[in-house]
């Protein structure tokens, strides 16, 4: 049980990082440059989800005079617990949300007749195992 008063600490995760690498690569993600994928592990969240991304938004692309990158954050409590192959479930489902001029901005879970559902997901969990 986490207290209200903890605060959430993050910590940059290379191992994470790697493996969102491999699935870019594995999984033909033409579009994610890696290279601008930053991935934290964080603890103390009262979040339920199991991981989360975070997007740059174009405003601060400008204001910042930086490219379009994306936060893969895995929550601790809840991630780490889950098999292996899980785990590359959550991550395949977080790439899906990067569009594909990765601009900064996020694709919601439903739009333009495309969904980002466990279907979609285990369809590439799917493609990913057969070529490992």
Avoid at 27 to 49: M, P
Avoid at 73 to 91: A, T
Wanted: hydrophobic share 40%; glycine share 2%; with cysteine.
């Amino acid at each position: 049980m986490v207290r209200q008063n903890s605060k959430i600490e993050w910590i940059k995760d290379h191992k994470i990082w790697k493996e969102i690498d491999e699935l870019v690569r594995k999984l033909d993600f033409k579009h994610v440059d890696t290279k601008r994928i930053i991935c934290f592990r964080s603890n103390h969240s009262v979040s339920r989800a199991k991981a989360r991304i975070w997007s740059f938004p174009r405003i601060w692309q400008l204001a910042l005079k930086l490219p379009s990158y994306y936060i893969i954050e895995v929550l601790s409590q809840h991630f780490d617990s889950l098999s292996p192959d899980d785990k590359k479930r959550v991550l395949i489902h977080e790439l899906l949300h990067i569009p594909r001029n990765f601009s900064g901005s996020l694709l919601p879970h439903k739009s333009r007749g495309k969904r980002i559902d466990a279907k979609r997901v285990e369809a590439l969990f799917k493609k990913y195992k057969d070529l490992c």
